[in-house]
């Protein structure tokens, strides 16, 4: 941003220049401070007419800015919003608030409290690393404090600012949810624009599996020492499948209950809600640690881990040879990304043990979080594939991905375990997973399957005076049910029956209540109720 930004207005006979930062009123008492106005004309004499009409502008004489007839300096503007961008009519707020509603009630559901964090951030909390398309995306700019800020692209990085904000008065596990607007410039596709709202549920403070095992107390009659020993010897190890079945003879597996699953859930509860079935809406699984072992393997150094992430993360999007290029410039053996390749080509949990073995932590883990989606219930809803492993450079372990089964739109949502964001803020780490769920790409589903619902406005009470001389006395019946609670639409002129029934009809008014000039000196009121078309005079004092 320039350091002294101004505001050009153009018009085919005037140019006229803002100085938006030393712009003031007081401009006396800042003698630094500037408007400037230049007249231009279009002939060949341009220059001395400009200079003639800057000195009538600074004199105060004809020519000014006030002498230009106000036709002259209207200019149409273009009335649709920015481009990537949407307005929110009435129809269209009532079926955003509908959404929402949904969001918090399956988050209040599962326990979850509602956070929230500025639109505009710090820069640097969405810079990590180099190669994420995020970091491509940012509306970025430097503030008047010579600050580097960002509207936010998305909700994870600010969560984890607050949570090292709070730092130790926070007592976890915490279990929030936030739903915020995000912005990133990129391109836009069916259910992806520039600006969107995403629901976010995040659990803080649970380990994954593989951090449980090692705390898990293991205990069967007249065997615990054996089995003890046992434990110690397949931790050094690291035979984390072996540890998962003794786990299960020991009847620990409550010690294992993965927040992942638990998020999951919670999405397939929305998805039920909103009239969503297994066969419309599917989710794939990965872990990241698949990535991991596979590099590891071929002795990858770990600091092209997120690297390789972000390349893999393209592999639906571009052709199969880039994401080759792409690997070898990130320094990759022809060899080891034939192998990666194919393992990321795995589609199910057998062959995926068959290439890394059952010991490793990726394969025990996922089996895990299978093995709990049948007890919560949705195991027809996820189904495995290893090419999964998320775009963001700090997911950590198991990812996942809703998706349409038809393939008509770009992910629904996605999420996963991210243990180590913290550190990279300067932070303490702590375990932490959670998922981004846009609200357009669902809204283009439910349209794809015909759910979107009607959400008209919904009014419990039109008024309507009968005399123009009782408008006042209408006000005063609206006054006393809008004091009780009741939404009240007050006809604010003098409109005939006709008018009002079909406002009374398009509003979904429950009650029609007329003030009439006999009933009135009773101060009384007629009720008519719009579905049944009974009709009572009723005390103003009674309404209810």
Same mark, same amino acid.
């Given at each position: 941003?320039?350091a002294?930004?101004?505001?050009l207005i153009r018009h085919p006979n005037?140019?006229l220049?803002?100085?938006?930062?030393?712009?003031?009123?007081?401009?006396a008492?800042r003698p630094s401070?500037t408007?400037?106005l230049l007249r231009?004309?279009?002939?060949s004499?341009?220059s001395s007419?400009?200079?003639?009409s800057n000195?009538?502008?600074r004199?105060?004489?004809?020519g000014?800015? +006030?002498?230009?007839?106000?036709h002259?300096?209207?200019?149409?503007?273009d009335?649709?919003?920015p481009k990537?961008?949407r307005?929110?009519?009435?129809?269209?707020m009532?079926?955003r /608030?509908?959404l929402f509603?949904n969001?918090?009630e399956?988050?209040?559901?599962?326990a979850?409290?509602e956070?929230d964090?500025p639109?505009l951030?710090?820069?640097a909390?969405?810079i990590?690393k180099?190669?994420e398309e995020i970091?491509d995306q940012l509306y970025?700019?430097?503030d008047r404090?010579?600050r580097?800020?960002?509207?936010?692209?998305e909700?994870?990085?600010s969560?984890?600012?607050l949570?090292i904000?709070?730092?130790?008065s926070?007592s976890?596990?915490?279990?929030?949810?936030?739903? @915020?607007?995000?912005w990133?410039?990129e391109r836009m596709?069916?259910?992806?624009?520039?600006e969107?709202?995403q629901? /976010?549920?995040?659990i803080?403070?649970?380990?994954?599996v593989?951090s449980?095992l090692r705390h898990? +107390?293991?205990e069967?009659?007249n065997?615990a020492?054996?089995?003890?020993e *046992?434990?110690d010897?397949?931790m /050094?190890? *690291?035979?984390?499948s072996?540890?998962?079945?003794?786990?299960? %003879?020991? /009847?620990?597996e409550s010690?294992f209950w993965e927040?992942e699953?638990?998020?999951?859930s919670?999405?397939?509860t929305?998805?039920?809600r909103?009239?969503?079935?297994a066969?419309?809406?599917g989710?794939k699984?990965?872990?990241?640690?698949?990535?991991q072992?596979?590099?590891r393997c071929?002795s990858i150094?770990?600091e092209?881990?997120?690297?390789v992430?972000?390349?893999i993360?393209k592999i639906?999007k #571009?052709p199969?040879?880039?994401i080759?290029?792409?690997?070898s410039?990130a320094?990759?053996?022809d060899e080891?990304? %034939?192998e990666?390749?194919?393992?990321l080509?795995? *589609?199910s949990?057998?062959?995926?043990?068959?290439?890394?073995?059952?010991?490793?932590?990726?394969? =025990?883990?996922l089996?895990?979080?299978? +093995?709990?989606?049948?007890?919560?219930?949705?195991? %027809?809803w996820i189904q495995?594939?290893?090419?999964v492993?998320?775009?963001l450079?700090y997911y950590?372990?198991?990812?996942?991905e809703?998706?349409?089964?038809e @393939?008509?739109l770009?992910a629904?949502c996605g999420?996963?375990?991210?243990d180590?964001?913290?550190?990279t803020?300067?932070?303490?780490?702590i375990?932490?997973?959670?998922?981004g769920? @846009?609200?357009?790409?669902v809204?283009e589903l439910?349209k794809e399957k015909g759910?979107?619902?009607e959400?008209?406005?919904? #009014?419990e009470n039109i008024?309507?005076?009968l005399?123009p001389?009782?408008?006042?006395?209408a006000a005063?019946?609206?006054t006393?049910?809008?004091?009780k609670?009741?939404?009240?639409?007050?006809v604010?002129e003098?409109k005939?029956?006709k008018w009002?029934?079909?406002?009374a009809?398009?509003i979904? =008014?429950r009650?029609l209540?007329?003030?009439?000039?006999?009933e009135?000196?009773k101060?009384e009121?007629?009720?008519?109720?719009?579905s049944?078309?009974?009709q009572?005079?009723i005390k103003?004092d009674?309404?209810e």
């Amino acid at each position: 941003m320039p350091a002294n930004p101004s505001l050009l207005i153009r018009h085919p006979n005037l140019l006229l220049t803002l100085s938006l930062r030393c712009f003031s009123l007081s401009s006396a008492t800042r003698p630094s401070r500037t408007f400037t106005l230049l007249r231009t004309c279009c002939s060949s004499s341009s220059s001395s007419s400009t200079a003639n009409s800057n000195d009538n502008v600074r004199s105060g004489r004809s020519g000014s800015l +006030s002498s230009i007839p106000a036709h002259d300096l209207a200019q149409k503007i273009d009335v649709n919003p920015p481009k990537g961008t949407r307005d929110f009519p009435p129809e269209d707020m009532r079926l955003r /608030n509908w959404l929402f509603h949904n969001f918090r009630e399956v988050s209040q559901m599962f326990a979850f409290e509602e956070v929230d964090f500025p639109v505009l951030e710090s820069e640097a909390l969405f810079i990590r690393k180099a190669g994420e398309e995020i970091r491509d995306q940012l509306y970025c700019f430097e503030d008047r404090g010579n600050r580097r800020v960002a509207l936010r692209p998305e909700l994870t990085p600010s969560l984890a600012r607050l949570v090292i904000q709070k730092g130790k008065s926070l007592s976890l596990p915490l279990k929030w949810f936030a739903v @915020g607007q995000c912005w990133r410039y990129e391109r836009m596709t069916r259910g992806r624009r520039r600006e969107h709202y995403q629901w /976010n549920m995040d659990i803080i403070g649970v380990s994954d599996v593989t951090s449980k095992l090692r705390h898990c +107390s293991f205990e069967v009659p007249n065997e615990a020492d054996l089995l003890k020993e *046992k434990l110690d010897f397949l931790m /050094n190890l *690291k035979t984390y499948s072996t540890l998962l079945q003794l786990a299960a %003879e020991a /009847n620990e597996e409550s010690c294992f209950w993965e927040a992942e699953a638990e998020l999951i859930s919670s999405i397939v509860t929305f998805f039920k809600r909103i009239g969503i079935t297994a066969s419309d809406v599917g989710f794939k699984v990965s872990s990241r640690k698949v990535l991991q072992e596979v590099l590891r393997c071929y002795s990858i150094p770990n600091e092209l881990f997120g690297k390789v992430c972000i390349i893999i993360d393209k592999i639906e999007k #571009v052709p199969i040879d880039e994401i080759k290029r792409e690997l070898s410039s990130a320094e990759l053996s022809d060899e080891a990304i %034939e192998e990666l390749l194919q393992v990321l080509s795995v *589609k199910s949990l057998t062959k995926l043990e068959e290439k890394l073995g059952a010991a490793g932590e990726a394969v =025990a883990e996922l089996k895990l979080l299978f +093995s709990l989606a049948e007890k919560f219930g949705y195991s %027809e809803w996820i189904q495995f594939d290893a090419s999964v492993v998320r775009g963001l450079a700090y997911y950590t372990g198991i990812v996942f991905e809703g998706f349409d089964r038809e @393939g008509k739109l770009r992910a629904i949502c996605g999420g996963g375990r991210y243990d180590r964001l913290l550190s990279t803020f300067g932070g303490e780490d702590i375990p932490a997973c959670g998922f981004g769920f @846009g609200d357009a790409v669902v809204l283009e589903l439910l349209k794809e399957k015909g759910l979107i619902p009607e959400v008209g406005q919904q #009014v419990e009470n039109i008024v309507c005076a009968l005399d123009p001389d009782l408008q006042g006395a209408a006000a005063g019946v609206a006054t006393i049910l809008r004091g009780k609670g009741q939404s009240v639409d007050l006809v604010l002129e003098n409109k005939p029956l006709k008018w009002v029934f079909k406002r009374a009809s398009r509003i979904n =008014a429950r009650r029609l209540i007329l003030v009439g000039s006999s009933e009135w000196e009773k101060r009384e009121v007629s009720v008519k109720h719009l579905s049944s078309g009974e009709q009572y005079q009723i005390k103003v004092d009674k309404l209810e």
